[in-house]
């Protein structure tokens, strides 16, 4: 999703330019229904947990995903992510290969394979919900308690990759931020059996900020996050500038950025996705805020990974 998200995918009420797109977003959800009942499904021979979203980028996947790898590693479980080959989104991949291997190919179930040669016990899909080919023996569907499903349309009219009926396929769902009784009786209205589960972030490297001004910049699903988690641990921001999600910066964008925290007197802060984007001869002059998602009710979680491994 290389493109600043519409300001009216998150509007509570349905704008004129949502009715326009409504024909087309109305072929998408008729594609995905289709898609559900003809696509053949393949079974793995290992245990495939799905991280995947409805709503589209800045719901926590990737760190919801990370976690999991470790929660597994801690039961001593070989997992290894498994992502559909593009020629973009690599920045995504490269913050999974800093944690575990990745696997990558065109089809998911041939990375899959190619896993298993090498190993592998468990696969976890980092993104793959609406890939109807692989059967999954747990779905887990992340959502931003914020954002949660912002005008609730399907894309283009909105930011939903599917509807929300799409929920009875889920076994878990997780929200990051605040307990949502709301959005609770929304998800138990679709599905009366999933689990809910939240995360909040932890940062790892706060220490290096503390008393420091920053200017913020991000290229994500939605940069307000991680402008919303500086704040919360009370970093001063002189400036946020806002990017395309899985923006590749050039290096005049880079110098000005460079050069504009130069002239504030601020550090230059980021996501670690958006540093692992950014060309070595930049780093020295950028900093990056370390994440990691923790579960509140992670024995309860703990116990949904076991009914499957």
């Known amino acids: 999703m290389k493109f600043l998200k519409p300001k009216f995918w998150d509007k509570n009420k349905i704008s004129l330019f949502s ?18 009942f003809i696509v053949p499904k393949n079974i793995s021979k290992i ?6 979203n409805i709503y589209l980028g800045g719901t926590g996947k990737t760190p919801f995903a990370i976690e ?34 990745v696997y990558e190919n065109s089809s998911r179930i041939n990375a899959i394979n190619d896993a298993i040669k090498n ?63 709301t959005i609770e009786n929304k998800i138990l209205e679709k599905n009366k059996k999933v689990k809910i589960f939240y995360t909040k972030y932890k940062t790892l490297n706060i220490e290096e900020f503390e008393n420091a001004k920053v200017l913020a910049f991000a290229g994500i699903g939605n940069p307000d996050n991680f402008f919303d988690l500086i704040k919360y641990n009370n970093i001063q921001i002189l400036e946020k500038i806002s990017f395309p999600d899985h923006y590749n910066y050039s290096n005049k964008e880079l110098e000005n950025l460079i050069n504009k925290a130069r002239e504030k007197n ?9 540093f692992l984007r ?3 001869i930049y ?4 900093k990056f805020l370390k994440i990691k998602a923790e579960i509140e009710n992670k024995n309860e979680f703990l116990n949904e990974i076991k009914k499957i491994i």
């Open 19 to 36: 009715i326009l797109l409504m024909p087309i977003s109305l072929l998408v959800d008729l594609t995905n229904f289709f898609k559900h």
């Open 47 to 52: 245990p495939v947990i799905c991280v995947g």
């Open 68 to 101: 999991l790898f470790s929660i597994l590693k801690n039961l001593n479980k070989k997992s290894v992510f498994i992502r559909k080959k593009y020629s973009s989104f690599k920045d995504e991949v490269e913050l999974l290969k800093l944690v575990g291997p």
């Open 119 to 181: 190993g592998a016990e468990i696969a976890i899909l980092d993104d793959g919900l609406q890939d109807f080919s692989i059967n999954k023996n747990l779905s887990i569907v992340c959502f931003n308690e914020k954002q949660w499903i912002g005008n609730g349309l399907i894309i283009p009219a909105g930011p939903l990759r599917e509807s929300l009926n799409s929920l009875q396929r889920a076994d878990c769902v997780v929200i990051n931020g605040k307990k949502n009784l």
């Open 266 to 274: 601020a550090t230059l802060l980021t996501t670690e996705k958006d």
């Open 278 to 280: 950014i060309d070595e």
């Open 283 to 286: 780093r020295k002059d950028i």
